[in-house]
């Protein structure tokens, strides 16, 4: 049986404000929208997630990851790993019009490191708390798989049909 995936950090761009001409309908190009307010955010998932959304990992020596102490203390000046990650998450779970076909990687029994093709009924990503759904949505609208998505579950449950935004179940 193989051993848990790992998982990486990616940062993304949600878009908090869009004053595009219908404000209602999902952007499928928000680089293009004329005003948009934009928060960058780290997120946590499978590489093979990540790969499959057309996302690039952060380094783990990104300038974003850490930081210099500093202050009056023996340790000023040295270099420190920020806790990204130890914050509250919530898990947002895409769900798909079929099944997604990920490019799985992980470590065997004999911890050897494998890629294998696999399909999954969901995917989820870990989010700092505060995206909304309307948040995660808008950001799902810019990836290139965004055709091959049907539905998001929040983090209480609640499902919500990405083509239909006002049906929920």
Wanted: aromatic content about 10%; proline content about 7%.
């Amino acid at each position: 049986m193989p051993i848990r995936s790992p998982r990486r950090l990616y940062l993304i761009n949600l878009i908090e404000v869009n004053n595009d001409d219908d404000p209602d309908v999902i952007d499928r190009s928000p680089g293009l929208a004329i005003t948009e307010t934009k928060r960058s955010i780290v997120v946590k998932m499978k590489e093979g997630i990540g790969e499959y959304l057309g996302l690039t990992p952060m380094n783990w020596n990104d300038p974003q990851l850490s930081s210099i102490f500093k202050g009056g203390g023996l340790n000023l000046g040295q270099a420190y790993a920020r806790r990204v990650g130890g914050f509250k998450t919530v898990s947002y779970t895409l769900l798909p019009e079929t099944v997604f076909s990920i490019q799985e990687k992980f470590y065997d029994d004999d911890g050897n490191f494998q890629t294998a093709q696999s399909n999954f009924k969901s995917m989820t990503i870990g989010f700092p708390k505060g995206p909304t759904v309307d948040n995660v949505r808008k950001w799902l609208a810019s990836t290139s798989k965004f055709d091959e998505i049907r539905g998001l579950r929040s983090p209480s449950g609640a499902y919500t049909d990405l083509y239909s935004p006002a049906k929920t179940n």
